[in-house]
């Protein structure tokens, strides 16, 4: 109880909490919520303005692009298509990434020094750089999108993880349990996995808004999900071509990515103070 | 002493080198699974049969793709880097032509955020258990929302479309002309003498380095920050207090000195990062860069183009990984020990 209460009083993990759910609840319900199809053209209203703006209308209460779509159902859409390739990717990096993080933190000698040298050639690429790379021997398409994630980020939970785990390999318990004669794997699920959980999820929520940006970066240089599949990118790369006539059209799907992001990072910092017992001993600041 | 150093710096240089031979195996391999036929895209569309032939054998595309790879490496080291099959020039004069441009905005940025960051993370501290501690936290946490080509876009925005200050394009108000003699424009622009054209050339990098920039800086603002708070937990901090020393020689003289080796290794370690946000803030300000190639030759498939952009934003990233590792080595002495 007493956790659940500390929990609560932090403002960043509530409030993050709260937006990001906010999204994922779009993402799942968006064709109930939007008022339209994403792709239904309304040749009556190109680029219209917002509805506070002097010439919104009803009809399109964020406006309209210049094929005609409306912006709130694109937008709605769009979280869809964010929340799908963010959940995936996140969670496949992440499974990528603390495998290949225990067995090296956990083995160490030779499997610690080869998944050590993976890492480092592959930070020796910036993340934009070999995610488009990436992209353009997949191909396009929402799974080549997460598949380009998971190969790119694997490395953000691999290298935190490993000194982790190497970290929980040195504690007596693990030695005991190696003592009574547990086997490796048992070792490894049972005993350290379990003590590298709660930075696993913060890095999880961190991953996710991570992603969120590389699916936008990708679709806003159509090398993301096909055309037809609206996203927040796209929207922006679209809208880019307008903005001196609709500014609307560039800055939501901007404001909608700012948000989202901002939310799991609050979320996973947030998550970070709670779960970290380091930060618990000092207590709150 | 200098020796030492010169070796330690060498030793890193060195280090690299196969890092970067198997980069090279894999962008080369990443590259050939491609389904594009290199040797039609270098032709004409109305080239014969025969003739894509024969460029294939000349480009050795018929050889197993180790041979491929030895073939290219080859040329590569010989500064044949192919050609371009977008440009129908030799890539390496393209690419060397725009890398200035590239190097000349990310070492812009990368000052403009290590200044801002370091500022911001001093001004975080000295303001430490206030509410406006609570409110700087808050603002790292809204910048850091904000990825740099998002940036660039808001930029854009507000000081392009709403109060137009800055001009949103390029490199160069049209018209004016730069004798090239580094290819670094801001460099160049300065030799000619003429406040114009400097004012000119510094007000077109200003919205890319800002974007690039900022969106760095609050990183460095957070990890200077919590830094430093450790650092003053340290009873030499606490010894200097006794000796009579004033906050702001303690906090200069003695506490900043060992604080700063974290943002050190950040700036080496998350570079990749930022170089990596030229390619779409280059390409969004129409900044004529190596980025901005890189997302064109990207989009058309243009094989040795990308390679070769490729391979230079991996090498340049090593390059200041491992610099920043020696000036780490540097700054702590205890790590010249381990």
Redesign the interface.
């Known amino acids: 109880m007493m956790r659940i209460w500390s929990w609560l009083s932090d403002p960043?993990l509530v409030i993050g909490g709260a937006i990001a759910g906010l999204v994922l609840a779009c993402a799942v319900c968006a064709p109930w919520l939007a008022p339209y199809h994403p792709n239904d053209q309304d040749l009556l209203y190109i680029l219209a303005p917002p509805v506070w703006a002097p010439d919104g209308a009803a009809e399109h209460l964020l406006g309209t692009d210049s094929l005609g779509r409306d912006t709130l159902s694109r937008l709605i859409f769009g979280a869809r298509t964010a929340m799908e390739v963010a959940v995936a990717a996140s969670f496949g990096a992440m499974a990528l990434g603390a495998v290949l993080a225990h067995l090296a933190g956990y083995f160490g000698g030779r499997v610690d020094w080869l998944i050590s040298?993976l890492v480092?050639?592959w930070?020796?690429?910036?993340?934009?750089?070999l995610s488009?790379?990436?992209i353009?021997?997949l191909g396009v398409g929402t799974d080549k999108v997460i598949l380009a994630i998971v190969l790119v980020d694997w490395t953000r939970f691999c290298r935190v993880l490993r000194s982790e785990v190497q970290v929980v390999r040195g504690q007596d318990y693990v030695s005991f349990a190696r003592l009574v004669g547990f086997a490796h794997m048992r070792v490894i699920v049972r005993e350290i996995f379990p003590a590298t959980l709660p930075m696993l999820i913060t890095l999880f929520s961190l991953q996710m808004?991570i992603s969120v940006?590389v699916e936008?970066?990708l679709s806003?240089?159509?090398?993301g999900v096909p055309a037809d599949v609206p996203a927040w990118g796209q929207m922006?790369a679209d809208a880019?071509i307008n903005?001196?006539d609709a500014?609307w059209g560039?800055?939501l799907p901007?404001l909608a990515?700012?948000?989202t992001?901002?939310s799991f990072?609050?979320f996973g910092?947030g998550l970070r103070r709670v779960l970290d017992p380091r930060h618990r001993a000092n207590g709150h600041v | 002493m200098i020796k030492a150093l010169l070796r330690i710096v060498a030793r890193r240089l060195f280090a690299i080198v196969p890092?970067?031979a198997?980069?090279t195996v894999?962008?080369f391999a990443?590259?050939r699974?491609?389904p594009v036929d290199p040797a039609q895209m270098s032709l004409p569309p109305s080239a014969t049969i025969e003739q894509v032939e024969a460029k294939r054998e000349e480009m050795g595309l018929n050889k197993p793709i180790w041979q491929q790879y030895a073939l290219w490496a080859r040329r590569a080291v010989a500064g044949d880097l192919g050609e371009s099959a977008q440009y129908r020039m030799p890539t390496a004069k393209g690419v060397l032509e725009r890398l200035p441009a590239t190097i000349e905005l990310a070492m812009c940025a990368l000052v403009f955020a290590v200044v801002v960051g370091v500022a911001g993370g001093i001004l975080l501290f000295t303001v430490r258990g206030t509410a406006l501690e609570s409110l700087g936290m808050a603002l790292t946490?809204?910048v850091?929302?904000?990825?740099d080509?998002?940036l660039a876009?808001?930029f854009?925005?507000v000081f392009g479309?709403?109060l137009p200050l800055f001009p949103v394009n390029g490199r160069l108000d049209p018209g004016l002309e730069v004798p090239s003699h580094t290819g670094f424009l801001l460099l160049d622009s300065l030799l000619t003498g003429d406040v114009s054209i400097v004012a000119s050339a510094i007000s077109h990098i200003a919205l890319p380095v800002m974007a690039l920039g900022l969106a760095f800086s609050p990183t460095i603002v957070r990890v200077l920050h919590s830094s430093l708070i450790n650092t003053y937990q340290q009873s030499y901090i606490r010894q200097a207090r006794l000796r009579g020393l004033s906050d702001r020689e303690i906090l200069f003289g003695q506490a900043l000195k060992n604080a700063i080796l974290p943002v050190v290794i950040l700036v080496g370690?998350q570079f990749?990062?930022l170089?990596?946000?030229t390619?779409?803030v280059e390409?969004?300000f129409s900044f004529p860069g190596l980025g901005n190639l890189?997302?064109k030759a990207?989009?058309t498939?243009d094989l040795s183009v990308?390679m070769a952009i490729?391979l230079i934003?991996?090498a340049v990233?090593?390059l200041f990984?491992s610099l920043a590792d020696a000036a780490a080595y540097l700054l702590n002495p205890k790590l010249r020990t381990a």
């Open positions: 960043g040298r480092e050639i930070l020796s690429f910036p993340p934009v750089v488009m790379l990436l353009i021997g808004g940006v936008a970066i806003f240089v159509a090398m922006i880019r903005m001196f500014p560039l800055a901007i990515i700012f948000v992001v901002l990072n609050l910092d | 890092v970067f198997v980069v894999l962008v990443a590259l699974i491609l946490s809204v850091m929302a904000l990825p080509f998002l876009l808001l854009i925005l479309v709403m370690t990749g990062g170089f990596g946000g390619l779409l390409m969004i890189m997302v990207m989009q498939a990308i490729a934003y991996c990233t090593l990984n």
